[in-house]
């Protein structure tokens, strides 16, 4: 099946001499790849994945699309974006209440257009759960519904990441480590498919109960190798929604260094990552190093943490 042209590609790599050097790397070691870039509703890496999921629900003839997520979901947004430009019905099955304001991802996803339906507080498996149902319900009444996989994570999605290995094996051909953050794995997944696992090193944002097992099932699905997957889960601190020290400080490192924007959830653990193995000799100075910039800008806008560490 050939995915939809719903991103520019390839995205740039980019030299990121000062952070390089910030983090005790030679000022020629590290390139950023900018999947934040991807053109599509705000950009990140979903879109990469959604180029495949789309495909695959056009072929079954959906005419709507019903995903999940926390509130500040990015891949929400971006199915959103990808269902307005497909002319598709969107809802998405978010965990928690409906705020007094829609900040960041929720503001966008009011903007394409998606209708929110609020599960409440409840556990992953359900918000599933929930998003099934309304597929049944859709799909009844008379338009056909697609479940795009929670964070697009499906071997379908994870695809796209194994092409954007593919992008980066051209674009740095002695590239030795991958730094990506991991959430729902199938990023992480592509990209240990396409570069083998010794050369990927994940960062877990504490999104998953077993990002391990997940991320090895996915890999072993594309048909890859996943034995030996590099994954730091010393980042997540008290789970994904909340800020580190560390995760603060990786931000503003990248703002302050590069004029680049990580973001609180993905890609400021991502990075507080790789600081954290070049410390301890897992990342060496001299070894070339892609840092994936996932995206994830929309997300910041919806940080009270990091506004209040930086009031
Ligand atoms: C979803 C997401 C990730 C993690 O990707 P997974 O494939 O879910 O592991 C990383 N960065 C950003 C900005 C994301 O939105």
Request: glycine share 14%; proline share 5%.
């Amino acid at each position: 099946m050939q995915p939809l042209d719903l991103a520019t590609l390839p995205t740039p790599v980019e030299a990121a001499p000062r952070l390089a050097e910030a983090l005790g790397l030679k000022p020629g070691d590290l390139w950023v790849k900018r999947d934040d870039l991807l053109g599509l509703g705000g950009g990140g890496n979903k879109v990469r994945k959604l180029r495949h999921l789309c495909a695959e629900a056009l072929e079954r003839g959906a005419g709507a699309l019903v995903t999940t997520g926390a509130a500040q979901s990015n891949h929400a947004r971006l199915t959103a974006a990808a269902g307005a430009r497909l002319g598709l019905e969107v809802e998405l099955v978010l965990a928690g209440d409906s705020p007094a304001v829609a900040t960041g991802n929720l503001l966008l996803d009011a903007l394409f257009g998606a209708r929110v339906v609020w599960a409440g507080d409840v556990r992953h498996e359900d918000l599933e759960q929930v998003a099934a149902e309304r597929v049944a319900e859709l799909t009844a009444s008379g338009t056909p519904a697609y479940q795009v996989p929670y964070g697009g994570s499906s071997v379908t999605g994870a695809r796209g990441y194994v092409e954007a290995g593919a992008e980066i094996i051209d674009q740095v051909p002695d590239v030795r480590n991958v730094v990506v953050a991991l959430g729902s794995g199938g990023t992480a997944a592509g990209l240990v498919a396409a570069l083998g696992a010794e050369r990927v090193l994940a960062v877990d944002t504490g999104a998953t109960a077993d990002p391990l097992g997940r991320t090895a099932r996915l890999v072993d699905d594309l048909g890859g190798v996943s034995d030996g997957i590099r994954l730091r889960r010393d980042l997540v601190g008290d789970g994904y929604s909340t800020l580190p020290e560390a995760v603060a400080d990786a931000l503003l490192l990248a703002a302050r260094t590069e004029g680049i924007v990580l973001d609180p959830v993905y890609t400021g653990r991502a990075l507080a990552g790789l600081a954290a193995a070049v410390h301890e000799g897992d990342v060496r100075p001299g070894e070339t190093t892609v840092f994936v910039h996932t995206g994830g800008l929309p997300g910041l806008f919806g940080s009270a943490a990091l506004a209040a560490r930086l009031a």
